[in-house]
């Protein structure tokens, strides 16, 4: 089993590097702490003595070979870059949990046939470089490597030359290759396993998402001269349609969400009847069967709204990707570990986007999660109790043991 | 009766100056453009014969002596900034129709014991400066002449500095005095008297307002990973109390109107449950008996929609002005003008601010509106039919005949 304190002492040493006055840290991808991480990573990683490399994105990797060096790569991981004022489990966890299990194989001298990667992808979060996810899906074909060099962050600076910047531009051949199993191991960033009082969820898949942006276009007035009566006002509109998709998603089961997180008026002035209000919908749903049907049922519930108000409005889908659903032999012997080990679990859905997400494309992968206090994430209050990290780690090193023999 | 020839000609003279591409004015005050109308507007003055000034906020006085020349002064006018890409109509119809009445009057040799002064105020838009209604306000006591003077736009200029600029200081003593009568004719900027194919308002008061910020206070957490019924979604409870305000008001009396016009979310990101949503309420009510009660029904419909969903909120005053009742003795006359002269009228409340709101604290006041067609105002497709400029200045004109006998 592996060593709490030692994983413990790592966390936290990594949580001391663009650490925030409230505990969190800003460690944004491809900056000077992140470097500072990626280093401090890699030290670790050699000190365990695995073979360290990095990729032309700047995914870092550590390799302990298994008895047969031909065989396929069992490989966990997740990513060290955070939000601004993000918490210190939040992709930390996936990585240094990954490294905690390969030390305790290689110090306890498990048997393995199959090699044990430990991975840290680049820009996870996508808070600095949008889309999220960069690293693992430029090597699992989701951006090409022009895309993805070309992005830029908020001040006009290149994904390339930032990678340069740090020093962290490898060669492509060092890019994940044969990997037959991929495991990430997260905080769950929601309530659920705290609520039902469970120590790991395993993940059978990542909801589908779509992005939109609706405008209903009203007709902007003087607000004192102008009559209720008279009115086509597209605030009044758009709360209406954020009201009727809020009880949509509530009638809908458990993993079905829609959020509206962002707002504008036009022309956003106190005194005038808004005409023209834009605001972006983001609609999750874990489930295969009715994924395409429910984002139809929400453009209907808009439409009707809007048209009930006698108003029109455009809608424009930003984004779409629909549900992954992980392998069922990698998700079964996650299983398999939690009832072996007596740990309480659960099989749930993520409803965010992983390393996980595009790593399935190229490997059955599946997912651990452990509970989120308060389910809070993405800021400095991110938390887990330490007992619950230490379960869910021990599930990790089980499974990898069972799936590199 | 007026020459609608001449007016006409002087009202596209002055739309010439700040035109913009699509037949709007941006005639900032104190800008260059509403320097040059104010020219302008002083050679007309003078060309007609008046006696010229302008005070120490700029306001420009032109007077015609009448036989009495120790009689109060009978007053009529309005202002000649403009909102940017506002209308060639708003503020100008006000003023040139009472230059137009001034040089009628002269042109016909018609007596009058009273003097006679048309004014054009400063900043009445309070779209480079706030609060609106500087020139006016600052004349009648509402502000004083450092708060009014230490003003600054968006770049950080100051009122005073902007005045001296255009070279408009003029003396203390050149301010209205001894104003008996206040007559301020406007263009309606709203529906009503098109809808009701009435050709004059005669406005008997000016609504009483209060705008508020209202602040939910919900839980920030990720928009994937919340399932709805953990969520405290401050936008949902915004939208819940936009759709009860506007329901609010469609069920008061006429001149009754709330309007939502700016509202944001923060963290304001596409895949966050909004933590706190603040929103601006915008209320009128012409009624004085109703109007504090009114407000008193807004804030509890607000915490009670609030309290509903089990979030909080907090709600600040950003001001408030209680209705303006205009003078009997004055709209009485206009009444009677209109009965005289056949115009088809109403009696009706002005919704919006204007410079006749504070010259009611020293003259007795009222107003004259004009149909603006569709109701539009505050855009460059603001506009009034010819024909109603003619009937509603000959009201002006013979309504300041009788009162200045």
Known sequence: M??????KKRMLEMAEIGKTPNGGVTRLALSEENRQGRELLMQWMKE????????????????????????????????????????????????????????????????????????????????????QMLGSGAVTGEFSKAYTYARTDWDGFRFEEELQKIGFVGAEENRPKNVETFIEMHIEQGPTLEVNDE??????????????????????????????????????TASGVIRALSDWA???????????????????????????????????????????????????LIRRVVSEDELTCTIDEIKTH????????????????????????????????????????IADTAMIFVPSINGKSHCEEEETRWEDIEQGVNVLYEAIVRLSQ
């Open 2 to 7: 592996i060593q709490q304190d030692r994983l």
């Open 48 to 131: 365990i003595g695995l073979a360290v490399r990095y990729d032309d994105f700047g995914n870092i990797i550590g390799r302990l070979e298994g008895s047969d060096p031909d065989a396929a790569v069992v490989m966990a991981g997740s990513h060290i870059d955070s939000v601004p004022k993000g918490g210190k489990f939040d992709g930390v966890l996936g990585v240094l949990g990954a490294l905690e299990v390969v030390e305790t194989i290689r110090g306890q001298g498990i048997d393995h046939r199959n090699p044990i990667e430990v991975v840290a992808f680049t820009n996870e979060e996508g808070a600095r470089f949008t889309p």
């Open 199 to 236: 120590t790991v969820g395993v993940v059978t898949g990542i909801a589908g998402f779509t992005w939109l942006e609706v405008t209903v276009h009203g007709d902007s007035n003087h607000s004192g001269t102008t009559p209720m009566s008279y009115r086509k006002d597209s605030l009044v």
């Open 250 to 300: 509530n009638g809908k089961p458990d993993g079905v969400v829609a959020t509206v997180g962002k707002i504008k008026t036009s022309p956003d002035i106190i005194n005038a009847v808004p005409g023209e209000t834009t605001f972006t919908i983001d609609i999750r749903c874990p489930d295969e069967d009715q994924f395409d049907a429910y984002f139809a049922e929400v453009h209907e």
């Open 322 to 361: 629909p549900p992954v659903v992980f392998s069922e032999r990698v998700v079964g012997t996650i299983d398999e570990v939690c009832r072996d080990l007596e740990v309480s679990y659960r099989s749930m859905a993520s409803g965010a986007g992983h390393d996980a997400m595009y790593m399935h494309n």
